[in-house]
């Protein structure tokens, strides 16, 4: 296969791709038809199960596609260096904010999630995806530690939790215009705040019931 046969099977495949990413989002998982993902792509049905097996096999990649040109879309680190802390509300507030690619995104999160109570392999799978996220958090915490731009005695783990779940609400409800953008974006800012900087703990012998003499 020549240069140009491959660039024109990747393109067909990646507008395949986007096609069944908009056929979720829109209809659901059960409306991933070799006919309307066809239909939506622009493409004739055998061309869909030629670079598919099955449409089980084209689900899990639209998924995965989704997700991928999300973190295509993310924007580019700073050409200086960026902070831990900088890196990490980045990250965060791009899902609350970005464009079409993200809201697709979140459409089809939400039917992977819906879909992963009926489907074994769809739940390891979503699992899989959900723990790499969150690990990408917990590291950029734990390098805001190291730069000194989050405290040292965060606990990364549970704060990458914390937040992705957090986020993982906040662009649920987006999808179905529960809240805006400017105040999922506020919510994340408050939750940032008090996840990386707690109040100081009261000094010895003044707390909530001490009493001053």
């Known amino acids: 296969m020549n240069e140009h046969s491959v660039k024109t099977a990747l393109g067909l495949r990646t507008r395949i791709l986007e096609a069944a990413v908009r056929v979720i989002g829109r209809d659901g998982i059960g409306g991933v038809k070799s006919a309307a993902v066809a ?26 596609y989704a997700d991928t040109v999300t973190s295509r879309e993310m924007p580019e680190l700073a050409t200086e260096p960026m902070s831990g802390r900088d890196e990490l509300a980045l990250r965060l507030h791009a899902w609350l904010e970005g464009g079409d690619a993200y809201a697709g995104a979140w459409a089809v999160w939400g039917e992977m999630w819906y879909a992963s109570h009926h489907s074994e392999e769809i739940r390891r799978l979503l699992e899989k995806m959900w723990s790499d996220w969150v690990a990408l958090i917990e590291a950029a915490i734990e390098r805001g530690k190291s730069d000194g731009s989050i405290l040292g005695a965060i606990e990364a783990a549970s704060a990458a939790r914390r937040l992705t779940a957090l986020m993982e609400s906040l662009g649920q409800q987006l999808t ?13 800012e408050e939750a940032l705040v008090i996840e990386l900087d707690p109040p100081p703990a009261a000094p010895s012998g003044l707390g909530a019931g001490a009493v001053s003499s």
Do not use: C, K, N, Q
């Open 39 to 64: 239909g939506e792509a622009g493409v004739s049905p055998g061309l869909i199960h030629y670079y598919f097996e099955t449409l089980s096999v084209l689900t899990r990649e639209a998924f995965l």
């Open 176 to 188: 179905i215009a529960l809240i805006s953008a400017a105040d999922a974006r506020r919510l994340m």
